[in-house]
């Protein structure tokens, strides 16, 4: 089952298996958190080929910080992944960046907290869906 998500904890890897929902593959995204001398790192585990196609690059198995070089869309995401690791919350928002070479990406953004143990939240997994009208400059930001 896709979602076996438990009530009483936050869900771990063991809950959930991206390769159970194969028409949402492309879309999905699994980001590793690691606690490296008091400071949180992130890094992807696994980017589907829909957003590694907009990125234009492959960004699976880097740091957050080496995979993005537009400094601005690095800090908010790690702000925003920074809030949701502070909260645990999930968070549905919409995802606007300016592209190299390109206009603006759009997308609809979800981001669910994991946790491997149950509680020490330790995963993202999340999911983008793309808005293709990219004519208009982002209304909301990422977080």
């Known amino acids: 089952m896709a979602f076996d998500f438990p009530r009483d904890r936050l869900a771990g890897t063991t809950h959930f298996d991206p390769v ?12 590793d958190i690691v606690r490296d001398a008091g400071k949180l790192r992130f890094r992807y585990r696994l980017l ?9 690059r492959d960004m699976t198995g880097k740091w957050m910080e080496e995979s993005l070089p537009d400094l601005d869309a690095f ?13 645990s919350i999930p968070h549905l928002g919409q995802f ?8 603006y990406i759009k997308a609809n953004l979800l981001v669910l907290p994991m946790a491997s143990d149950g509680g020490n ?13 990219a004519s208009q400059p ?4 990422i977080f």
């Open 20 to 31: 159970d929902i194969p028409l949402l593959l492309g879309m999905l995204f699994l980001v």
């Open 96 to 103: 606007s960046i300016l592209a190299p070479g390109k206009e």
């Open 75 to 87: 800090a908010m995401i790690e702000r925003g992944y920074h809030q949701i690791s502070d909260t």
């Open 138 to 141: 982002p209304e909301h930001t």
């Open 121 to 133: 939240f330790d995963m993202f997994v999340g999911m983008w869906v793309y808005n293709d009208d």
């Open 48 to 56: 589907g080929i829909e957003i590694t196609k907009r990125a234009e």
